[in-house]
């Protein structure tokens, strides 16, 4: 499994942008699933951005136009840049990895090694 570490939560206005960074350690991050979800208290948690190990990706309608996941093979390290950021955004974000071959954002089940969330709070 691969150990991961989430950065870049913070409080910003509507409208504002933040990137979250998630370092991964631990052998083949390329060859993981790669996620975002993000939970509010009392609600399931929500898968946002899904990318693949060929580098397809796959977003929840909610966040559709305004987040935009990536990766950088060789600082092992997950981006989520959002954009547009709304109060309903605000949650604790948390990156994931999966040694599936396809992602399943509906899915935590499927993902095996999780980071320790970061708080994002739009307001």
């Known amino acids: 499994h691969v150990q991961l570490v989430e950065s870049g939560g913070g409080s910003v206005q509507t409208g504002g942008s933040l990137r979250l960074s998630c370092a991964a350690s631990?052998?083949?991050?390329?060859?993981?699933?790669m996620a975002w979800f993000r939970q509010v208290p009392g609600k399931d948690r929500e898968g946002i951005a899904v990318?693949?190990?060929?580098?397809?990706?796959n977003y929840a309608d909610s966040v559709t136009g305004r987040f935009t996941v990536s990766k950088d093979l060789a600082k092992s390290t997950l981006y989520l840049q959002m954009n547009s950021l709304k109060p309903e955004d605000t949650a604790v974000y948390y990156c994931?990895?999966?040694?599936?071959?396809?992602?399943?954002?509906?899915?935590?089940?499927?993902?095996?090694?999780w980071g320790q969330g970061t708080q994002v709070t739009v307001s």
């Open positions: 994931a990895a999966a040694r599936t071959t396809y992602c399943f954002i509906d899915l935590p089940s499927t993902f095996t090694s």
């Open positions: 631990g052998e083949g991050f390329g060859r993981y699933c």
């Open positions: 990318i693949d190990k060929d580098g397809g990706t």
